[in-house]
């Protein structure tokens, strides 16, 4: 009997220390991981073409050795931004392809990078990657940026000469944007509603 509470009283020490070092690395990794993050978010604020091979340099570094922590994460969304500076559209849709298989689907994060994808996949432009943008957000439920997604729906539904269906995501769009005023949004309704009555 007194074997086993002296089984149990080293398993309770080992389970203390294993939790304790186990904390210890998460916060390391967390502040080595910001450290990478806030060189790549200086780099990007320069907002010059030359610093790309940095921005690129550090986002990789943190997907690989930080992949799960969200400083990777915002680190793609960066360096995707990095990319567009650099009319790279092909990087910037590498950068945001990650950020969407990385994030909590759940989270805030997941749908601003799943938009941005949509956005950066249409800019390239012709009506097979409007399509695939469109097919990345259609039945997505966006929650609280419901008024984005309708908005990007209705740009790449109109770029694919479905103006009633973008007509209706405009207005979805702008019903949902009631609080937060959107000239432009609404400067497209219009347009659509005189090409409605031509």
Known sequence: NGKSIVIGIVLAVVAVFGWQSWQTSQQVAGEEASEIYFSLLEAVTLNDVKQ???????????????GSLAYAQYGALLAAKQAVISADLESA?????????????????????LLRLA??????????????????????DAGTHKASFEEVK?????????????RNAYQVAADAAQAQPRPILNLKLNDLAVAGEG
């Open 52 to 66: 790309t091979s940095t921005v690129m340099h550090l986002a990789e570094q943190l997907q690989n050795d930080y």
């Open 93 to 113: 849709e590498q950068q945001l392809r990650w950020a969407v298989d990385n994030a909590d689907k759940s989270e805030s994060l997941h749908k601003i990078a």
């Open 154 to 166: 209705g740009d790449l539904y109109l770029s694919l000469g479905r103006e009633a269906d973008a």
């Open 119 to 140: 956005r950066v996949i249409a800019a390239q432009g012709g009506e097979e990657n409007q399509s695939r943008a469109l097919a990345l957000i259609e039945n997505v």
